[in-house]
């Protein structure tokens, strides 16, 4: 079975970074697309970056384009996000997701069953 299991949340002041990783095992990890998600809380669950299954292809939203990159090590099954110019906005939980299905780069449209997720790691940013 697929289990993600991320790393790195934590407290950092407004201005500031953090790195968050997601370890991935239970399937050959370098034939899927990857992702983070986020949900603050009274608030739906938000799209924060994906990445193609080879690393060629990124996709950000504009709420955190030019501040987040993510990255991803095919040898090592993780996956990662630089968080940089951290807003207190970007406070949530953050949840890394891998589309179930091989070889496409639709993660942002899809619906919860469509992918696998991670038990979430909390982000606070401290103004």
């Known amino acids: 079975q697929v289990q993600l299991v991320e790393s790195g949340g934590g407290l950092a002041q407004a201005g500031g970074s953090l790195r968050l990783s997601c370890a991935a095992s239970g399937r050959i990890f370098s034939r899927y697309a990857m992702g983070w998600f986020r949900q603050a809380p009274g608030k739906e669950r938000e799209f924060v970056a994906t990445?193609?299954?080879?690393?060629?292809?990124?996709y950000y939203p504009d709420s955190v384009k030019g501040r987040f990159t993510i990255s991803r090590d095919n040898a090592k099954n993780t996956v990662y996000l630089q968080m940089n110019s951290l807003k207190s906005d970007d406070t949530a939980v953050y949840y890394c997701?891998?589309?179930?299905?091989?070889?496409?780069?639709?993660?942002?449209?899809?619906?919860?069953?469509?992918?696998?997720w991670g038990q979430g790691t909390q982000v606070t940013v401290s103004s």
């Open positions: 990445i193609s299954w080879n690393g060629g292809r990124t």
């Open positions: 997701a891998a589309d179930r299905s091989p070889f496409r780069f639709t993660l942002p449209s899809l619906t919860s069953t469509d992918a696998y």
